[in-house]
Nanobody, 125 residues
Framework: EVQLVESGGGLVLPGGSLRLSCAAS????????VYWVRQAPGKGIEWIST????????FVKDSLKGRFTTSRDTAKSTVYLQMNDLKPDDTGMYYC??????????????????RGQGTQVTVSS
C-alpha cells in the first residue's frame, strides 16, 4: 500500500525550529517527486518545496528560502522539511504529497490527490 505519513509538528515559539518528516511506503522516494505543502487556517494550499528524483535536488519557495530547507534520506525512505526562525504566519497544517508517476514532474493538481494526513504546526508565544 502506498502511504505518506507526516510527523514532527507541534507548538513552537516564534523564532524556533521544527523538523518535519514524511515517511514513505509503497514507493521509492528516489524515483518519485515528493512535495511539501501547507494550509494556513482559512486559506488555500501553498506549495513549499519539491524534492526531485535521482540525486534528490530540491526547490524551495522563494519567500521561504533561508528559513526552510528540504532533504531526503533514501535509505529511510523519508523526506524532511527543516523549518527555522518560525513565524506565526507559518502556522498551519503541513502535508507531503507525491507524484503518482515515477521519473516525472507533476503539476500541483496532479500531486494534490496523493497526500498524507498532515501534521499541525502552531507558532505562537
Amino acid at each position: 500500500e502506498v502511504q505518506l505519513v507526516e510527523s514532527g509538528g507541534g507548538l513552537v515559539l516564534p523564532g524556533g525550529s521544527l523538523r518535519l518528516s514524511c515517511a514513505a511506503s509503497g514507493f521509492t522516494v528516489d524515483s518519485t517527486e515528493v512535495y511539501w505543502v501547507r494550509q494556513a487556517p482559512g486559506k488555500g494550499i501553498e506549495w513549499i518545496s519539491t524534492v526531485t528524483v535521482g540525486s534528490g535536488g530540491s526547490f524551495v519557495k522563494d519567500s521561504l528560502k533561508g528559513r526552510f530547507t528540504t532533504s531526503r534520506d533514501t535509505a529511510k525512505s523519508t523526506v524532511y522539511l527543516q523549518m527555522n526562525d518560525l513565524k506565526p504566519d507559518d502556522t498551519g497544517m503541513y502535508y507531503c504529497e507525491r507524484c503518482p508517476l515515477q521519473y516525472t514532474h507533476c503539476t500541483p493538481a496532479a500531486h494534490s490527490n496523493y497526500r498524507g494526513q498532515g501534521t499541525q504546526v502552531t507558532v505562537s508565544s
